[in-house]
């Protein structure tokens, strides 16, 4: 079951049902053998490793058997789970009580099908950005596990504030385990001998190593004040300032405008072609009333696209929670007297359903189809649902992509113009009467 991602914006819980076009999503279904329990799973070319459990998974999983074995953990805290390979193999072998957390919507609802699909009782399963005080304040006890396969593209503060902060989530007999590509392996080294950790297995392979630590001789309790959740100072709603790259300038329709941006996102210190190309096309009719946003960014065309005014209110949707707090934490900036709303959701399809019937002027949807996937059923789905007659939809993506959404669409929409440039093409519709 997918739900209802809410308030507070850094965590959400789900209750929702719109799965049809999430199953599209799957592309292949392996075996996969550990602890001498045989596994399945479903992997996506939407997330990462679509072609098979890797090899940070798997050696991982291997520097885990022994310390494991030793530990019997009744609890396991999986961050960044992904496609919920890494936890869902440990709770299969363990019988522990599997948790886990994805800033990506998609990745949480790929854990819930495919622990599901192996059997395991998922005990909780959430899309989360802090990873520090929202497990904390939904874990009914402190996990004794928590493992996490780092990503690399994740940028340097994000990951030393994981690996600090991961032995402050288990129990007092517990511990913490990550893997990281051997690039990155300084990193982790310096950072868990910054910390006084104490190794508890260590395993590498050519691509890969990964580390069983626990806290050394510092205080716990010092470490914990220390690190804290790495949230901004003030709003629930602001950018957590391990995600923080800096501030950037940017030239929009309307004028100059500027945004707080993230590690991790594009468009950080440049505009691309896609968002080039909707700034035209809304220069002259910007965008009023009530607007609906899909693939959200760092926030470009909600705050250098639309001009803030009171009358003017914003659902901002995306299946990145780091994108959609990231543009969350800008418009409120920005656009004061503007009412925002954040929906983070695994699909489009879900977004509207949870936004509601007829609840937007202007749909806005920036998104790159995944091959196989029923994006252009998707898309005409969620425009239908949300506007009304005479509402306005606005469509960005590869020009490929949306010359097969055009039969699709044309049967409730009629196009009002449409630009193209570098591959990429924005379509300006109207609800028909």
């Not at 626990?214 to 309790?221: N, R, Y």
Request: hydrophobic letters at 45%.
């Amino acid at each position: 079951m997918i739900g209802l991602y809410s308030h507070p914006l850094l965590s959400y819980s789900l209750v929702v049902e719109s799965v049809d076009f999430l199953d599209s999503l799957i592309h292949r279904r392996v075996e996969f053998r550990y602890s001498r329990r045989g596994l399945k799973f479903d992997l996506s070319t939407a997330l990462f490793s679509s072609a098979a459990v890797d090899e940070g998974t798997v050696t991982l999983l291997r520097a885990l058997e022994r310390p494991v074995e030793d530990l019997r953990p009744a609890r396991i805290l999986d961050l960044g789970s992904g496609t919920g390979t890494l936890g869902i193999a440990l709770a299969a072998a363990t019988g522990a009580e599997l948790f886990a957390t994805d800033r990506d919507a998609l990745a949480v609802w790929f854990t819930s099908h495919n622990a599901a699909l192996n059997k395991i009782a998922l005990a909780d399963a959430r899309a989360a950005l802090d990873i520090y005080s929202p497990f904390k304040a939904q874990c009914r006890q402190t996990p004794d596990l928590a493992v996490c396969n780092l990503p690399a593209k994740a940028g340097e503060p994000v990951l030393r504030h994981m690996i600090a902060l991961l032995p402050d989530l288990v129990s007092r007999r517990g511990f913490a385990a990550v893997v990281i590509v051997t690039s990155l392996a300084q990193l982790l080294m310096s950072e868990l001998e910054r910390l006084d950790a104490r190794i508890i297995a260590r395993r590498e392979t050519k691509g890969h190593v990964a580390v069983v630590y626990a806290h050394g001789s510092q205080d716990e309790s010092q470490l914990v004040s220390d690190q804290s959740d790495g949230r901004t100072a003030g709003s629930d709603n602001r950018l957590p300032a391990v995600y923080v790259r800096g501030e950037a300038s940017f030239a929009g329709p309307h004028g100059g405008y500027r945004l707080t941006v993230a590690h991790n996102l594009p468009e950080f210190n440049s505009l691309s072609h896609s968002t080039e190309l909707v700034f035209r096309l809304i220069r002259n009719a910007p965008p009023t009333g009530r607007v609906f946003l899909w693939g959200v960014g760092q926030g470009h065309l909600a705050v250098g696209g639309i001009r803030s005014s009171p009358q003017v209110s914003f659902v901002v949707a995306d299946r990145d929670l780091l994108a959609l707090t990231a543009t969350a934490a800008n418009l409120e900036s920005s656009h004061q007297r503007a009412t925002v709303h954040p929906i983070v959701a695994p699909g489009l399809g879900v977004a509207a359903d949870l936004s509601g019937a007829n609840s937007a002027d202007w749909v806005i949807v920036h998104s790159h189809p995944e091959p196989g996937s029923r994006w252009s059923d998707e898309l005409a789905y969620a425009a239908e649902n949300l506007l009304d007659k005479g509402g306005r939809l606005l469509v960005v993506s590869r020009s490929t992509s949306l010359s097969r959404l055009t039969p699709i669409i044309r049967r409730s929409f009629s196009q009002i113009r449409t630009l193209r440039h570098h591959g990429y093409r924005a379509d300006l519709l109207i609800r028909k009467r």
